[in-house]
T-cell receptor, first 111, second 116 residues
Framework: NAGVTQTPKFQVLKTGQSMTLQCAQDMNHNSMYWYRQDPGMGLRLIYYSASEGTTDKGEVPNGYNVSRLNKREFSLRLESAAPSQTSVYFC??????????FGDGTRLSIL | DAKTTQPPSMDCAEGRAANLPCNHS???????VYWYRQIHSQGPQYIIHGLKNNETNEMASLIITEDRKSSTLILPHATLRDTAVYYCIVRPSIYISSGSARQLTFGSGTQLTVLP
């Protein structure tokens, strides 16, 4: 998807390792979001940032931290990865209320 | 937020109209109906939304019943590239400064398979 870029696209980690998922948008949107998607669970909100300099917890924040580095970038960090965090992670920015622009996801496996 | 109910799967022949139903019987007067889709290995994609009037854009049409308890997303001429999971979501229109109103709750959706 043009507009929201996520890196890396795939990653395999060992339990206890740390890593940062990167997200950048070039649409000048104020609000950005991190979701995870597990089979049969739909998308669940991890953290969001309503504007540069602010972050808030979503539905499933435990085990994650975020940084809104600037208006373009919103990163998600796993300090000590656990197998339960194996998932597909999506970053999104808010076009207007209710309308999101999503990236293509990061597929993360934790062994 | 109102809960939505969608069939888990549907098939449609290529070139025919795909009609995807959604039940939202507990919807309240200030809640919008949104539709997204997710093609395999991609992020969700916004399709259309509406409050009570029927809506149409370049991707689809949205028909909302007069009592607003259900809606139908119509893809007028389905192609193989329309094979995806389609999500019907209800969201309040009232802005909440905390940002929580900007969240959408994605359920399991309907897996639409367009057959050649």
């Amino acid at each position: 998807n043009a507009g929201v870029t996520q890196t890396p696209k795939f990653q395999v980690l060992k339990t206890g390792q740390s890593m940062t998922l990167q997200c950048a948008q070039d649409m000048n949107h104020n609000s950005m979001y991190w979701y995870r998607q597990d089979p049969g669970m739909g998308l669940r909100l991890i953290y969001y940032s309503a504007s540069e300099g602010t972050t808030d917890k979503g539905e499933v924040p435990n085990g994650y931290n975020v940084s809104r580095l600037n208006k373009r970038e919103f990163s998600l960090r796993l300090e000590s990865a656990a197998p339960s965090q194996t998932s597909v992670y999506f970053c999104a920015s808010l076009v207007r209320p209710g309308t999101y622009h999503f990236g293509d996801g990061t597929r993360l496996s934790i062994l | 937020d109102a809960k939505t109910t969608q069939p888990p799967s549907m098939d449609c022949a290529e070139g025919r109209a795909a009609n995807l139903p959604c039940n939202h019987s507990t919807i309240s007067g200030n809640e919008y109906v949104y539709w997204y889709r997710q093609i395999h290995s991609q992020g969700p994609q916004y399709i259309i939304h509406g409050l009570k009037n029927n809506e149409t854009n370049e991707m689809a049409s949205l028909i909302i019943t007069e009592d607003r308890k259900s809606s139908t997303l119509i893809l007028p001429h389905a192609t193989l590239r329309d094979t995806a999971v389609y999500y019907c979501i209800v969201r309040p229109s009232i802005y909440i400064s905390s940002g929580s109103a900007r969240q959408l709750t994605f359920g399991s959706g309907t897996q639409l398979t367009v057959l050649p």
